[in-house]
């Protein structure tokens, strides 16, 4: 351990009261933001529910049906409202998460060296980035397209046939939706765990690359269980799920090409300093000690 690093942590220690303290003061900036982002959330529940509707709108017209004439229900008096509780609550999380973030990574931070902390920082950033990316494609593809898929279900009533209509519940819906960008946006965060884990050595590119097959079936495997039991959502769920794995190969490929390039270049700098230290202590020249 270099001389720096000791200085770094002797900088960094501190008594135990204090980290309590230090503790105490992220949970209520954290517990605090939540509350006031559920707050609002919870005030504007209507609009939000009544925009997470437009995707089922667009699927209506995919299915050939008038978009004006959708419709939701809820069968218990307090269903609609515990909805709206549960919207607020996931949206409050959202609007809450970087500050929530930010907090945990001011309290780590003090016990990470310079450069894992300037390691850390992009992937903390990347990680909201991510999983906004997954939000956006569920909500102006996959939920149309799922829905669009329930909505081909329902049955024109005949002479002989008996008419069938979807009718969604409130809570359903919000579940479906929560449920959706919930599994995208985790999977979205693939890149971001495994170059954590390359950064630190946990992992490798050619241990992803030999694992791939495996990769392969876990994610059809893990789509089958988050989704909703239908193969439309399942695939679209299993695929973008291999390409972020080869995405997180190339990722740890380019991780493992910097730190091989920092590696040579401070192998470089000591082969300087004690080139130059051997020098400094060699013997002096005879004619010029003459």
Request: charged letters at 15%; one cysteine or more.
């Amino acid at each position: 351990m270099s001389l720096s690093e000791k200085d770094e942590i002797d900088k960094s220690s501190a008594p135990l009261i204090e980290h309590l303290i230090e503790l105490r003061r992220r949970l209520i900036w954290s517990i605090g933001g939540f509350f006031v982002a559920f707050l609002v959330c919870f005030f504007f529940a209507k609009k939000l529910f009544n925009l997470l509707v437009v995707p089922f709108k667009w699927a209506t017209q995919w299915a050939g049906l008038d978009p004006h004439k959708v419709e939701l229900i809820y069968t218990a008096p307090q269903e609609f409202f515990f909805t709206q509780v549960k919207l607020a609550m996931f949206g409050g999380m959202v609007i809450a998460f970087p500050l929530i973030a930010t907090q945990i990574y001011k309290f780590i931070a003090p016990g990470l060296y310079k450069n894992e902390r300037a390691a850390f920082l992009p992937f903390l950033i990347a990680s909201p980035i991510l999983f906004l990316m997954g939000a956006a494609l569920v909500y102006f593809f996959f939920t149309p397209m799922v829905m669009w898929f329930f909505l081909a279900m329902q049955q024109a009533g005949t002479d002989s046939e008996v008419q069938i209509s979807l009718l969604p519940k409130v809570s359903e819906y919000l579940s479906l939706i929560m449920t959706l960008i919930f599994s995208f946006g985790l999977v979205f965060q693939l890149p971001v765990v495994t170059s954590l884990m390359t950064r630190v050595g946990l992992l490798s590119s050619q241990a992803l690359v030999d694992k791939r097959r495996w990769a392969i079936v876990i994610a059809f495997v893990v789509a089958a269980v988050l989704t909703p039991p239908d193969p439309l959502s399942q695939i679209g769920l299993a695929l973008p799920t291999i390409i972020l794995y080869e995405v997180a190969i190339w990722t740890a490929r380019m991780i493992e090409k910097s730190q091989q390039r920092e590696k040579l270049a401070r192998e470089k700098q000591e082969a300087d300093d004690s080139t130059g230290e051997q020098s400094s202590e060699s013997p002096a020249d005879p004619a010029q000690q003459s």
